[in-house]
């Protein structure tokens, strides 16, 4: 039960590409995902969480304009890097929760983005 | 503000040697407690929820145990399989943001 599946695993491009990261449960219903990113040794640092029909909440410190997110339905949420630059390099990973009250977060398997 | 430390950062166990991983949490009131498991290049993966104190919780070779300020998660005679990242994460009650803080997790190496 409880699957995520985040498409792709593996991003490399040009330095102003934009890329598009999907994230999908496949068997359950979220009205909320989340992305976060995760660099070397450190912990996973929520960017923003996506609410189905409604704006994203993004964490301080992270631009919406840069990272834009669109959670169109009860089973994909999308993150698009615009304009990605070098620095945007990262480990980024989804989660979804289901709708039920207290059940727990259930992750993708991440896309590492290489900005060349 | 939420904390979470896990600790050690890094553990190295023989197979069959048994131990066990911290974490120590502050937060305004506890939701829930969760236990991951992250595999190189991969994803967490759900391991187990705690809600409350003195609650626990088993699988397999695991058995993740809460008291009001840490978790503790024990793992028996393990196998080279368990070597992972643990991570250990808490949700705060109240209001309609419910925002989950992860630690910087406890790299687990078990040796043949």
């Known amino acids: 039960g409880a699957v995520v599946s985040q498409h792709p695993s593996r991003v490399i491009c040009k330095s102003g590409t934009s890329v598009k990261i999907e994230c999908r449960s496949l068997d359950f219903q979220a009205t909320t995902m989340f992305w976060y990113r995760q660099f070397p040794k450190q912990s996973l640092m929520l960017m923003a969480t996506s609410n189905e029909g409604s704006k994203a909440t993004y964490e301080q410190g992270v631009e919406k304009d840069k990272f834009l997110i669109n959670h169109a339905s009860l089973t994909l949420s999308t993150l698009t890097v615009t304009s990605a630059h070098p620095e945007d390099s990262s480990f980024y990973i989804c989660?979804?929760?289901?709708?039920?009250?207290?059940?727990?977060?259930?992750f993708g398997d991440g896309t590492r983005l290489s900005i060349l | 503000e939420d904390q979470v430390t896990q600790s050690p950062e890094a553990l190295r166990l023989q197979e069959g040697e048994s131990s066990s991983l911290n974490c120590s949490y502050t937060v305004s009131g506890l939701r829930g407690l969760f236990w991951y498991r992250q595999d190189p290049g991969k994803g967490p993966e759900f391991l187990f929820t705690l809600y409350s104190a003195g609650e626990e919780k088993e699988k397999e070779r695991l058995k993740a145990t809460l008291t009001k300020k840490e978790s503790f998660l024990h793992i028996t005679a393990p196998k080279p399989e368990d070597s992972a990242t643990y991570l250990c994460?808490?949700?705060?009650?109240?209001?309609?943001?419910?925002?989950?803080?992860f630690g910087i997790g406890t790299k687990l190496q078990v040796i043949p």
């Open positions: 989660s979804a929760r289901p709708t039920i009250n207290n059940q727990p977060q259930h």
């Open positions: 994460a808490v949700q705060a009650v109240g209001g309609g943001y419910q925002k989950v803080t």
